[in-house]
């Protein structure tokens, strides 16, 4: 089951262009948290401790308690789970995070990675190859149930066979909302290269007759 992390959170009170821009410069990423029962707030929240969270969860959907700092040192606590992060496209920095407000008795949907475990015995000993149809899987589950990745024993692939969202053994709790029919993991017959084709014994035919002189212009 996936970790439940904690991380600090502070109001943000402006909104616009250039307040976003300050909050990056003091080190900070905007982000906002929302959900059924949550009045949308804006917050800001410390990017290094944010890309701290992130470098050790395999996925970028994680069940995070906010602790959200309030007037006179007081703080709240929220459940989430991160939505959206936000990359620059070029650089890859975080520019901003979307928090979806969650309760510990109340399913919630999550997209969680799909990890092969094992060697096909049609890999090793047929020369397959194992291809991956799905990356990610959207599951359901309560909150405490979110896995942070969906293993899958592959070993016992041949060339030709296959593995089907309906074929996962999913962890207690956690349902598949993909169609059962989808492909997941398949291993292929190997490929072998088309060799070229052999070259004909007769070539080209060269006529060697001399052409005639062109006549001297007088």
Same mark, same amino acid.
């Given at each position: 089951m996936a970790n439940q992390v904690k991380l600090s959170a502070r109001p943000r009170t402006h909104a616009g262009r250039n307040a976003v821009k300050q909050v990056r410069a003091n080190g900070a990423v905007p982000a906002v948290i929302y959900g059924a029962h949550e009045t949308p707030?804006?917050? *800001?929240?410390?990017?290094?401790?944010l890309q701290t969270i992130l470098a050790h969860a395999a996925s970028e959907?994680? $069940?995070? *308690?906010? *602790?959200?700092?309030? #007037?006179?040192?007081?703080? /709240?606590?929220?459940?989430?789970?991160?939505? *959206?992060?936000?990359?620059?496209? %070029?650089?890859? #920095?975080? $520019? +901003?995070? @979307?928090?979806?407000? %969650?309760s510990m008795n109340e399913t919630i949907t999550s997209e969680v990675p799909v990890e092969a475990a094992g060697e096909p015995v049609g890999v090793k000993t047929g020369g397959g190859l194992l291809q991956q149809q799905v990356r990610a899987l959207e599951i359901e589950c $309560?909150?405490?149930?979110?896995? #942070?990745?969906?293993? %899958? #024993?592959?070993?016992?692939?041949?060339?030709? @066979?296959?593995? +089907? %969202?309906k074929d996962l053994t999913l962890p207690k709790g956690v349902t598949a909302l993909a169609e059962g029919d989808i492909t997941v993991f398949l291993v292929s017959e190997p490929t072998v290269a088309e060799e070229p084709a052999?070259? /004909?014994?007769?070539?080209?035919e060269v006529i060697n007759e001399k052409k005639p002189e062109a006549e001297d212009k007088k």
């Open positions: 707030a804006n917050l *800001e929240v410390d990017r290094k401790a959907h994680i $069940l995070v *308690e906010l *602790e959200i700092a309030g #007037d006179g040192g007081k703080s /709240t606590n929220k459940l989430s789970i991160i939505q *959206e992060v936000q990359h620059h496209p %070029v650089r890859g #920095d975080i $520019l +901003h995070i @979307d928090f979806h407000a %969650v $309560l909150p405490q149930n979110l896995p #942070d990745f969906i293993s %899958v #024993d592959v070993s016992a692939l041949n060339i030709g @066979d296959s593995i +089907h %969202v052999a070259a /004909t014994s007769a070539g080209p």
